[in-house]
């Protein structure tokens, strides 16, 4: 098979399915890896798809959202040095909002035992994690839950986030960008991020680099309303000072 009427198959797989992934795609065709990868960076050029972390999307699916499982699986060791550089940031005591996200989770999964913090979060995993932690205060956000990220949404969450003043927020993202913002695919799960960050006398962003770039269909806030972005060693040096120029503090784990 020549490479465009791979390309042209490629892209109906994407149109069907919502989603195409590197390794399923290489297999498939058995070709390599690295050669699927140049098939979608010439379906990127051509405006055809947008390539995400180990796929691509079709072009204009900015609602894209995986699932939670999806989630808890990719770029699971990035996500785990985050979560591990995130405990340094830790108030000694106080307070603390934990977003919903599947980085987020695995910093309360962490929290050593002898914390003795007040934790507000309204994601259902992320309270999971903390019910039975021995030092934790924990407050559970409540109003409609989204199944697809199990975070509770809407009215009685965003009355919840205006009613506290937490010492720092721990903030996920679906995309950052200097350019772009903070964004995420939901307006509802947006206007909750958007209330968390005025909750917070502090704001640590917790994303891997995949999601430096990406834009997605709800802004929820700017670069520079995070005080530091922790995220991996993907993100390149030319990246990291251009972020650190808007005002952010960086830290590669």
Aim: net charge negative; no cysteine.
């Amino acid at each position: 098979m020549y490479a465009p009427e791979r390309q042209q198959e490629i892209l109906r797989l994407a149109r069907d399915g919502g989603r195409v992934d590197v390794l399923s795609l290489a297999e498939e065709f058995q070709v390599t890896a690295e050669t699927i990868r140049r098939d979608l960076k010439a379906l990127d050029r051509a405006g055809l798809v947008r390539r995400v972390h180990g796929g691509a999307i079709p072009a204009g699916r900015l609602d894209f959202e995986p699932d939670l499982t999806e989630r808890e699986g990719t770029a699971a060791d990035e996500k785990d040095r985050i979560a591990r550089a995130a405990l340094a940031e830790l108030p000694a005591e106080g307070s603390v909002i934990l977003d919903a996200g599947s980085t987020v989770a695995r910093l309360a999964a962490g929290l050593p035992l002898e914390s003795t913090l007040t934790v507000v979060t309204h994601g259902l995993p992320t309270a999971a994690r903390l019910a039975d932690h021995p030092g934790i205060q924990l407050h559970l956000i409540g109003g409609r839950v989204r199944q697809r990220t199990r975070a509770a949404v809407d009215a009685w969450a965003l009355r919840a986030y205006g009613e506290i003043r937490a010492d720092v927020l721990f903030l996920a993202a679906n995309g950052f960008s200097a350019e772009g913002g903070l964004t995420t695919p939901d307006l509802a799960e947006a206007a909750v991020k958007r209330a968390a960050v005025a909750a917070a006398r502090r704001v640590v962003l917790l994303a891997d680099s995949a999601k430096h770039g990406q834009e997605h269909f709800a802004r929820f806030g700017d670069l520079a309303d995070v005080d530091l972005l922790i995220t991996d060693t993907g993100l390149t040096d030319d990246d990291t000072a251009a972020i650190e120029r808007g005002g952010t503090e960086v830290v590669r784990a």
